[in-house]
């Protein structure tokens, strides 16, 4: 167990320390979030007068999806540097090492975990300085225990596929499905309000789940009615994405 700590903890900090080295490569995944409530709020700020609107702003209402989206961004990251080490060679010498597979596929989704939370933190300073409404200390708690549990799935996905394809040019593949997971969801307007065959979808999207108990704090109270199912649809999405990952991870090289 120490040693496996010790491979994750090296495979996290060599992922982290891309964000020094190379901080432009993170600024557009950390920037964007922050663009889009601010390009949304300026132009869909008065849908929340809309009756059947359960926010009595905009922008409480949106922020949430970008929180989402920086987790979906940040989890097709984690893919697509894994694809330039397969390009690189230096995943095949990763590969060859004592470590168990299972060790080393937790140290490239667990990075995504962690720098999900930096376009989380920005987002949330513009959002405050922009006027919106202190969710709390216990929201913003779960906000990021979701956001990084749903940047660890999407990164799986992404491992998925970068295993798969073994280049970078998958890159859009990544990220088109993070961006339509959370696009797919009650993200502008409440499911009541939206057209039927989108409510359809958004109904049975589990990411519908994970927005709502991240929207919670910001549009009202945070309750366990909504919190167990975003939980539940989480831990969902990481396993499923999860037993496919190790299975691929298993079957490299043979």
């Known amino acids: 167990m120490t040693r496996s700590l010790t491979v994750i903890a090296a495979l996290v900090r060599r992922a982290l320390n891309e964000l020094t080295r190379v901080p432009g490569a993170a600024l557009p995944g950390v920037l964007a979030p922050s663009i889009f409530l601010v ?65 080393i596929l937790t140290g490239v989704v667990a990075s995504a975990a962690i720098r999900a939370l930096l376009p989380a933190a920005f987002l949330l300073c513009v959002a ?25 799935a999407m990164a799986l996905y992404a491992v998925l596929v970068a295993l798969k394809f073994k280049t970078q040019q998958a890159a859009p593949l990544m990220q088109t499905v993070g961006f339509m997971a959370v696009l797919f969801t009650s993200a502008y307007a409440p499911l009541d309000l939206l057209a039927g065959w989108m409510r359809a979808i958004a109904r049975v999207n589990p990411v519908t789940h994970v927005l709502d108990g991240v929207r919670q704090g910001f549009v009202a109270h945070v309750t366990w009615a909504d919190t167990w199912p975003a939980l539940l649809a989480m831990v969902g999405l990481v396993a499923a994405f999860g037993a496919l990952a190790v299975r691929s991870m298993r079957r490299v090289g043979v």
């Open 39 to 103: 390009g949304l709020s300026g132009v869909f700020g008065e849908a929340a007068r809309l009756p059947g609107f359960d926010a009595t702003d905009f922008r409480t209402f949106i922020v949430p999806v970008g929180l989402l989206q920086g987790a979906a961004f940040t989890g097709a990251a984690t893919g697509v540097n894994l694809a330039r080490d397969i390009e690189r060679g230096w995943f095949d010498r990763l590969m060859v090492c004592p470590a168990p597979r299972v060790t």
């Open 128 to 152: 405050f300085a922009l006027g919106v409404g202190w969710p709390g200390f216990g929201a913003l708690a779960l906000d990021a225990v979701l956001v990084m549990g749903l940047a660890t």
